[in-house]
């Protein structure tokens, strides 16, 4: 993990920024590239579990709209495999399985009004928020951050993000991915399994914040490569994403080293084969 402030003051150096504008046009590049650098792979420090808990009305789970991925869904005995959104139409299968059932095209509550200040975890105006929507996930205004509701006027967190006045809102934003779990032959599971994820941590919005990926350079190279992207300096552009994503056949990139030294998820369980039965290691 590294300081924000580092990466800020090189990539400030580098695009001769001087003007306020200038730096929050870097800072703006820098948080969509963190996020998206976030969901290249399963990131230890971004790890996390979550119970699994059915719900006759969702048909499943909704979970937790900052979860990028699953790595394992396991009850510590058992298993389930990922699978796709067919899976419930195979009767004879004899695995248990996972996927993802639905992902929101649009929010479940959304409207306009929210006001909050940058610090607080307090927010006001907005009205289509109740009590039943505590435990999800809000985004506010236009920025790219997911923050819990600990009731219908705080967060469990504070809001990172600029001032805003008569802002929008959206609970369970679209994006947010709705699980579910089945028995062998395709039968609704409501076993409370553990399921391994990995989420986005908070955004970056202040110096004394810091990145959680493994290495700076992937940050601050991926920042640079919007800001060429975006002033079309292509020469550079293709410098910088040569630096990030390695040549191919060649050398690997920066981006490349990072997954490499990031810790595999080590599953708590060994695996199963198709039959049900433990997967073993080696020739026996």
């Not at 990131?43 to 991925?69: C, F, H, N, T």
């Not at 059932?101 to 929210?114: C, H, N, Y």
């Not at 802002?167 to 062998?184: A, D, F, H, N």
């Not at 395709?186 to 810091?210: C, G, H, K, M, N």
Request: contains cysteine; proline residues 4%.
């Amino acid at each position: 993990m590294f300081a924000l402030k580092t990466i800020l003051d090189s990539l400030y150096e580098t695009f001769n920024a001087t003007t306020e504008d200038r730096k929050a046009r870097i800072q703006s590049g820098l948080r969509e590239a963190y996020y998206e650098l976030c969901r290249k792979t399963s990131w230890e420090p971004l790890r996390d579990k979550i119970v699994y808990q059915y719900s006759e009305a969702d048909d499943g789970m909704w979970l937790p709209s900052d979860v990028i991925g699953v790595d394992y869904v396991t009850d510590g005995e058992n298993v389930w495999n990922e699978s796709g959104m067919t899976a419930s139409l195979d009767k004879n299968s004899t695995e248990k399985k996972w996927f993802f059932a639905e992902t929101a095209r649009s929010p479940l509550v959304f409207g306009k009004g929210i006001e909050i200040n940058s610090g607080s975890s307090t927010f006001s105006g907005a009205a289509s928020i109740t009590a039943a929507h505590v435990g999800m996930f809000i985004r506010i205004g236009s920025e790219n951050a997911f923050y819990e509701l600990a009731s219908a006027t705080t967060l469990t967190t504070a809001y990172r993000g600029p001032t805003i006045k008569s802002g929008e809102y959206s609970v369970r934003p679209p994006g947010t991915k709705r699980i579910k779990l089945l028995t062998e032959g395709a039968a609704t599971d409501r076993t409370e399994a553990t399921i391994f994820v990995w989420r986005y941590p908070e955004q970056l919005y202040s110096e004394d914040q810091v990145c959680m990926l493994p290495r700076a350079d992937i940050l601050e190279l991926a920042t640079a490569e919007k800001m060429y992207s975006q002033s079309k300096e292509i020469e550079l552009l293709n410098s910088v994403q040569k630096n990030l994503y390695g040549s191919k056949g060649r050398y690997d990139g920066k981006l490349d080293m990072a997954v490499a030294d990031n810790p595999d998820f080590v599953p708590p369980i060994l695996p199963r084969n198709r039959t049900g039965v433990r997967a073993g290691y080696g020739a026996r």
